[in-house]
């Protein structure tokens, strides 16, 4: 492969993953009800409602699922995967190539909730997140994952651990979860 068909394939996934991350913080905001009056907040809505609105019409309506969001990552996904089967002169059985396209979609759920823990751990150093109006979203979206931690965490005297616990189970979970589904596509490719 040359160095220009390498740099092509790098920019046509780093595009993708983009996108589809786009769409999947819309997503994970609206799972965890994140306040919407937030700059950030605002922000995605902004840029993901051209695309979501449209077809939103079309799919079923849920307080807690932004369901066009969803679909607008899956099918991102999989036709960065159908581009690459043309440029690369190779098929995938349409199940297999709606796995494989899954399971990017759901890494890539993993790998927001992933970087947000860790934002906020950080960030926690600086400045109190939850009651800083631009990046209170950050604590908005760790929360469903964080509050069932912390409810089996003993108390550390003012140590929270439960961003270690989390970013282990998230880690764990991609690797059992995404690996699993991946393996599945193959054997559909």
């Known amino acids: ?37 937030s700059p950030f907040v605002y922000a995605i809505a902004r840029i993901t409602n051209p695309a979501c609105r449209p077809i939103a019409r079309f799919l079923p309506h849920s307080a807690k699922w932004d369901i066009a969001a969803l679909v607008w990552a899956f099918v991102i996904q999989a036709t960065y995967y159908g581009l690459m089967a043309m440029i690369l002169d190779k098929s995938y059985a349409p199940f297999g190539l709606a796995i494989l396209s899954f399971s990017d979609v759901l890494r890539a759920f993993f790998n927001l909730w992933f970087l947000t823990i860790i934002a906020e751990a950080i960030l926690s150093f600086i400045r ?62």
């Open 128 to 189: 109190p997140v939850q009651t800083d109006r631009n990046l209170s979203f950050i604590s908005d979206l760790n929360r469903p994952i964080l509050t069932p931690i912390r409810r089996f965490m003993p108390n550390m005297g003012g140590l929270d651990l439960s961003p270690i616990v989390a970013l282990f189970i998230i880690k764990l979970s991609e690797i059992f979860i995404v690996g699993w589904l991946q393996q599945l596509a193959v054997q559909w490719a």
């Open 1 to 37: 492969m040359t160095p220009t068909s390498q740099a092509g394939f790098f920019a046509l996934q780093f595009i993708t993953d983009i996108i589809v991350f786009f769409f999947v913080i819309r997503v994970a905001l609206r799972l965890s009800m994140a306040n919407s009056h």
